[in-house]
């Protein structure tokens, strides 16, 4: 990978979200969940899938804030439309969610 430019990381939106709803996801290739994340006013309530199914309970990620990256495009997984990208350290199939380390506003940009 090369060097990133200053300007170039500037593109990338980072924001703090709450996951408000956890549904699992039967047509996904890998085993995963999809989530509904609350981004504040600003941003909105969106989307998305991940492949957390190892470490977490559907039950424990309800009113958990995590971190995710909310101006990739939409993409279409099964008959799902991902609309952010939620961040987590990955280690083979297992992701840890990257999460803040004291309640915050959602919507918050992380920089």
């Known amino acids: 990978m090369g060097d ?26 890998k085993p995963a969940y999809q989530l509904t994340i609350d981004f504040g006013s600003e941003i909105g309530v969106r989307k998305s899938s991940a492949q957390i199914t190892k470490r977490y309970a ?4 309800i009113g958990k804030q995590i971190m995710a990256v909310v101006n990739f495009p939409k993409k279409q997984i099964a008959n799902f439309f991902s609309e952010c990208l939620v961040m987590g350290a990955v280690d083979g199939d297992d992701v840890i ?15």
């Open 58 to 61: 559907k039950e424990e990620l």
């Open 97 to 111: 969610l990257m999460e803040p380390s004291a309640k915050i506003p959602n919507g918050l940009k992380i920089s």
């Open 4 to 29: 990133l430019t200053w300007s170039d990381f500037e593109k990338v939106d980072m924001r703090i979200g709450t996951i408000i709803e956890v549904n699992d996801f039967p047509k996904a290739r």
